[in-house]
Each structure stands twice: as structure tokens, then as C-alpha cells.
Nanobody, 127 residues
Framework: QVQLVESGGGLVQAGGSLRLSCAAS????????MGWFRQAPGKERAFVAA????????YYANSVKGRFTISRDNAKNTVYLQMNSLEPEDTAVYSC????????????????????WGQGTQVTVSS
């Protein structure tokens, strides 16, 4: 069983920055790919970013590429999402997720790849 807890959300003006953190506990093996997704009111949950088990590969939605950076610290069982140049369209609940199978690398863009999800943290960007 894995527990994921997000933190770092809040209210920020357009053009500002936030750093989200996702702390994992309950599983000894830390080498699981991690992803960030977001869901705005009335919208479907959408992929934001993902990072491979070693941290050597990262993936981003086109809408955030060049503005957001995902990273991980396996020693701390934590994944981060640095968000710069925030826009009102970035307003959403942001959730982190961990893949469920350490022996198979599915597409990190897909929700079905992930088994464990956090409760989410609210990010609100004012114009």
C-alpha cells in the first residue's frame, strides 16, 4: 500500500510561481514512475507531467511545456512540480500518482498506468 500526499498549492497571480510536492510512504521500493494530473471544474482530468523511475526522462503536456518542471528525490520519496509563468488556465486541483507495476513501463501519459493517487491540492491563478 502506498500513500501519496500533495502540498504546496495555493493562490497566486498570473505570471507567478508555485512548487508542488508529493510525498510517498508505505512502500520500500522507491523506483516507481510518477505523474502529475490536474482537473479543472467541469473538465476532465488531464495529464500534466511525468518522470521515469530513475528521473532520467521527463514528459510534459504541450500546454505546460517550457513553464513546468517535474523532478524527484528518491531518497526522500518525493516528487516535485515547479510551476512558473502561471496562467489562469492552470487553475485546477493537481494530483500526483504512482505507477502500480515496477516491472513494466506503460505509457506515462495515461491514467491507467497509475495505481496510487493522492487527494490533490488546489492551485488557483488569478488574472
Amino acid at each position: 500500500q502506498v500513500q501519496l500526499v500533495e502540498s504546496g498549492g495555493g493562490l497566486v497571480q498570473a505570471g507567478g510561481s508555485l512548487r508542488l510536492s508529493c510525498a510517498a510512504s508505505g512502500r520500500t521500493f522507491t523506483g516507481y514512475a510518477m505523474g502529475w494530473f490536474r482537473q479543472a471544474p467541469g473538465k476532465e482530468r488531464a495529464f500534466v507531467a511525468a518522470i521515469s523511475r530513475s528521473g532520467g526522462s521527463t514528459y510534459y503536456a504541450n500546454s505546460v511545456k517550457g513553464r513546468f518542471t517535474i523532478s524527484r528525490d528518491n531518497a526522500k520519496n518525493t516528487v516535485y512540480l515547479q510551476m512558473n509563468s502561471l496562467e489562469p488556465e492552470d487553475t485546477a486541483v493537481y494530483s500526483c500518482a504512482a505507477e502500480g507495476n515496477p516491472y513494466y513501463s506503460g505509457s506515462l501519459y495515461l491514467e491507467s498506468t497509475y495505481t496510487y493517487w493522492g487527494q490533490g491540492t488546489q492551485v488557483t491563478v488569478s488574472s
